[in-house]
């Protein structure tokens, strides 16, 4: 067996970030950058208003000008203004251009208007109001690194840079082949003696999507060699990622390793509770993870070893899926035998609670679970409020 950390430091160069793609920006939220995002334009790019009122000359009103003759109103997205007599001025509101030779604001609020005149009160002015051509930012700045995962700011930051498609990198398409005689579809399992539901593969989906895989296909497979092979090489049509769940022991019918042809493995039998069986490793070019059959098992070991896996395909290291923190427990854990223990725990006001069962088939739990904590080999038991190593879910 090995440890985690040396587990891990062995998955940190196993995978490169796909080739990227060009997607819309809707499409964009949650992506990687395969590319800098640069402006197109200056923003803005003519001086506007920052707020309603008139647009003066400001050498004018430093010469003793109190009173102008309102000739123009300028509205956000027109186009540029005839320029002005010095006498003159324009009604403008926020966000609209300043006509040229225009280059104070006087809020609306410091100024008296009859009819087309307005008359300044200069006591009551302070600053321009006005932004400057390319102000926020210059054509070609460059805005947004290669690398940077898209947010909410990002993706309005790319489109104020007019970029109406983004090159991303490829979400990975992830196969999981769930295996065991005993699994059948949900809804089947009710009336077929000693079968239960497949639900090991819905959790996995479900943590590959939120770590960035794209298209993810699920099947399930008996614990027959034969069969095995033939969904595997199904599977691996068209797959970046292949996971295989059950079979990973050392039973007569755990034909998980043997399915796959010219298997290199880099991650195999970790020193860990839940998940000493997970394996990861290459399949004639393809990437492989092998989780436990138990579904809590099968679930710890995906968050530790599939999702840093996925971070590294879609363009991130993989200490990005590693974020462990310091927490307090929020009450007592157990402690740890002779290989390292990763508690399940939910986030409490207090801090982390150990879930109630820690058994490895347990899933009553799963619904609570948003916290691992680890727990080095030979740790005592933990007491309230004492630190503890937490990584979210």
């Known amino acids: 067996m090995i440890g985690f950390d040396e587990a891990c430091r062995r998955l940190e160069d196993l995978a490169g970030p796909l080739p990227s793609e ?44 109190r009173a102008w003759r309102v000739e123009a109103t300028v509205f956000a997205g027109d186009g540029a203004s005839p320029s002005l007599p010095p006498d003159a001025c324009a009604r403008i509101f926020t966000g609209a251009p300043l006509p ?37 930012f210059r054509t070609g700045q460059r805005l947004l690194p290669r690398g940077r995962t898209l947010d909410p ?62 298209e993810v296909r699920r099947r399930h497979a008996q614990d027959d060699l034969d069969t095995l092979k033939r969904a595997v090489a199904e599977a691996r049509d068209g797959a970046d990622l292949v996971v295989m769940t059950g079979g990973a022991s050392v039973g007569e019918r755990d034909f998980a390793r043997a399915a796959f042809d010219r298997l290199e ?79 399940r725990a939910r986030a409490t006001d207090l801090g982390a609670a150990a879930c109630g069962s820690q058994d490895s088939s347990a899933q009553a739990v799963m619904a609570e679970w948003n916290l691992l904590v680890r727990r080095a080999a030979g740790a005592p038991a933990a007491a309230c409020g004492d630190r503890l190593r937490v990584l979210p879910l």
């Open 22 to 65: 060009a997607v819309d920006l809707d499409e964009a939220d949650g992506r990687v950058l395969a590319e800098d995002v640069v402006a197109r334009r200056d923003s803005p790019e003519h001086p506007v208003s920052a707020m309603d009122g008139y647009a003066i000359a400001e050498a004018e009103l430093a010469a003793g000008r």
């Open 100 to 136: 040229a030779g225009l280059d104070r604001v006087v809020p609306q609020e410091a100024v008296e208007r009859a009819a087309d005149r307005i008359m300044v009160e200069a006591s009551r002015l302070s600053g321009r109001h006005v932004r400057a051509r390319g102000s926020d």
């Open 153 to 214: 700011g990002a993706l309005l930051l790319a489109a104020a840079a007019d970029r109406p498609t983004l090159a991303v990198v490829r979400q990975p398409r992830v196969a999981i082949i769930a295996s065991g005689d005993e699994l059948v579809p949900p809804g089947q399992a009710l009336e077929r003696l000693g079968r239960v539901p497949d639900s090991v593969s819905f959790g996995v989906a479900s943590l590959a999507r939120r770590w960035g895989a794209g």
């Open 265 to 343: 493995l880099i991650v195999d039998k970790v020193a860990m509770k839940p998940g000493k069986p997970v394996w990861v490793g290459r399949a004639a070019g393809t990437l492989v993870v092998g989780l436990p059959g138990n579904p809590t098992a099968a679930m710890v070991t995906a968050r530790l070893f599939l999702a840093p896996i996925l971070a590294m395909l879609t363009g991130r290291p993989a200490a990005a899926a590693w974020a462990w923190r310091d927490a307090p427990a929020a009450g007592a854990f157990p402690p740890a035998g002779e290989r390292e223990l990763f508690v």
